[in-house]
Nanobody, 122 residues
Framework: QVRLIESGGGLVQAGDSLRLSCAAS????????MAWFRQAPGKEREFVAH????????NYAVSVKGRFTISRDNAKNTVFLQMNSLKLVDTAVYYC???????????????WGQGTQVTVSS
């Protein structure tokens, strides 16, 4: 059973940067594709970014491409999300996820983190 704990969220101004971390315990993330999702108030949870188990392949939602970067350190059992040029619409609870990436380009999630709040103000 892999436990995922996100950190690094907070209140920032539009245009600022923030780095989220997702630390795993109870198992290794080495065999999992990892991803970040987010859920804004009143909206469904949506995909943000994915990284393959080796880190050689990444995918991003159109809304964050060019601003966000996902990375991983398997030795430290940790995944990161670097968020630059933050916008008001990026305000959401951000969730870390471990699972597999299928050929249709969707993430099948085995484990979820509890989420970390990111609030972007004007």
């Amino acid at each position: 059973q892999v436990r995922l704990i996100e950190s690094g969220g907070g209140l920032v101004q539009a245009g600022d940067s923030l780095r989220l971390s997702c630390a795993a315990s109870g198992g290794t993330i080495r065999n999992y594709a990892m991803a970040w999702f987010r859920q804004a108030p009143g909206k469904e949870r949506e995909f943000v970014a994915h990284i393959s188990w080796s880190g050689s392949s990444t995918n991003y939602a159109v809304s964050v491409k060019g601003r966000f970067t996902i990375s991983r350190d398997n030795a430290k059992n940790t995944v990161f999300l670097q968020m630059n040029s933050l916008k008001l619409v990026d305000t959401a609870v951000y969730y870390c996820a471990a699972g597999s990436w299928d050929i249709r380009g969707t993430m099948r999630v085995d484990y979820w983190g509890q989420g970390t709040q990111v609030t972007v103000s004007s």
